[in-house]
């Protein structure tokens, strides 16, 4: 009897950590977007509702720290201010929240056209990369030469990553979170030449906090967008959990798609812009 009364109190002190972990979970679901059903887009509770305004604003801030810097917005310093905010990456939060409302919308029209989930998935996804990279990169603006160049430079490997999302959700449970800031934290951490690592290695933590928010937006928001917008039942329906093998595909996937296949692709780009002109 005694056991079974021990046994019997103890389930309660268990059950705190799981509710605190789908209390947190429940928070970065919220920042991302939900998880895709359509159900769960908004926040539902108040530590959700905190929790995604907090990011939100952080992600606000940094941008306009990093976007009015005349040394990054390069060409565009030479806008005026208001100017140069409509053609920053606020404009990536304002894709974000407006794919968000309309997403049941976008998933009628894909689920009326008789075409494979495949070619669903690129007819909507190839578009949906395009304005955010377009968004993220100040429309082509922060480099020089012909900004329409600039943002196909961009394109390239963000298509590449968009089909290798499509065949690792094959086998792992990709959700829009998962694909938010798996991608983002990964690429938060190469961004700005490594900023962040340094940021935190000299112990600067609101520029590492600002670096975080600004750059998993970019970075894992290009590509959740794709999975928000595709009906649940087209996607692939993998069920392998996230592990430290996935995390190293993601990574080594990034790498290879923003170094030698960057590369290449300029240099396409490149090569077709001169026999053009």
Same mark, same amino acid.
Request: proline share 6%; with cysteine.
């Given at each position: @009897?005694?056991?079974?009364?021990?046994? +019997?109190? &103890? $389930?309660?002190?268990?059950?705190?950590?799981?509710?605190?972990?789908?209390?947190?979970?429940?928070?970065? +679901?919220?920042?991302?977007? =939900?998880?895709?059903?359509?159900?769960? !887009?908004? #926040?539902?509770?108040?530590?959700?509702? /905190? +929790?995604?305004?907090?990011?939100?604003?952080?992600?606000?801030?940094?941008?306009?720290?990093?976007?009015?810097?005349?040394?990054?917005?390069?060409?565009?310093?030479?806008?005026?201010?208001?100017?140069?905010?409509?053609?920053?990456?606020?404009?990536?939060?304002?894709?974000?929240?407006?794919?968000?409302?309309?997403?049941?919308?976008?998933?009628? =029209?894909?689920?009326?056209?008789?075409?494979?989930?495949?070619?669903?998935?690129?007819?909507?996804?190839?578009?949906?990369?395009?304005?955010?990279?377009?968004?993220?990169?100040?429309?082509?603006?922060?480099?020089?030469?012909?900004?329409?160049?600039?943002?196909?430079?961009?394109?390239? #490997?963000?298509?590449?990553?968009?089909? &290798?999302?499509?065949?690792?959700?094959?086998?792992? !449970?990709?959700?829009?979170?998962?694909?938010?800031?798996?991608?983002?934290?990964?690429?938060?951490?190469?961004?700005?030449?490594?900023?962040?690592?340094?940021?935190?290695?000299?112990?600067?933590?609101?520029?590492?906090?600002?670096?975080?928010?600004?750059?998993?937006?970019?970075?894992?928001?290009?590509?959740?967008?794709?999975?928000?917008? $595709?009906?649940?039942?087209?996607?692939?329906?993998?069920?392998?959990?996230?592990?430290?093998? !996935? /995390?190293?595909?993601?990574?080594?996937? @990034?790498?290879?798609?923003?170094?030698?296949? !960057?590369?290449?692709?300029? *240099?396409?780009?490149?090569?077709?812009?001169?026999? *053009? +002109?």
């Amino acid at each position: @009897m005694r056991g079974r009364a021990m046994r +019997g109190r &103890a $389930m309660p002190n268990r059950a705190m950590p799981n509710r605190a972990g789908t209390a947190v979970a429940g928070v970065f +679901g919220a920042i991302a977007g =939900g998880d895709g059903s359509g159900r769960s !887009a908004r #926040p539902r509770t108040r530590g959700q509702l /905190i +929790g995604h305004r907090a990011f939100w604003t952080l992600f606000v801030l940094a941008t306009l720290v990093l976007w009015l810097d005349d040394a990054h917005s390069g060409r565009l310093s030479r806008l005026a201010v208001p100017l140069r905010l409509l053609l920053s990456p606020l404009l990536l939060a304002v894709l974000w929240f407006g794919v968000l409302h309309w997403r049941e919308r976008f998933r009628r =029209g894909l689920r009326w056209l008789p075409l494979p989930p495949l070619v669903n998935y690129l007819l909507a996804g190839v578009p949906l990369v395009l304005l955010a990279v377009v968004c993220a990169s100040g429309f082509g603006l922060v480099n020089d030469g012909d900004p329409r160049l600039a943002v196909a430079r961009e394109v390239g #490997p963000w298509v590449v990553l968009l089909v &290798a999302v499509w065949f690792a959700a094959r086998h792992y !449970a990709l959700t829009p979170p998962v694909v938010f800031w798996l991608l983002g934290m990964l690429g938060a951490v190469a961004a700005q030449r490594f900023a962040l690592p340094v940021a935190l290695w000299h112990e600067h933590w609101l520029t590492a906090v600002l670096l975080f928010c600004y750059a998993v937006p970019v970075y894992g928001g290009t590509l959740a967008l794709v999975l928000h917008v $595709m009906p649940p039942e087209q996607l692939p329906a993998g069920g392998a959990r996230l592990d430290w093998r !996935a /995390i190293g595909l993601a990574a080594a996937a @990034m790498a290879l798609a923003f170094t030698v296949l !960057a590369l290449g692709w300029s *240099a396409l780009v490149d090569a077709l812009a001169g026999r *053009a +002109g």
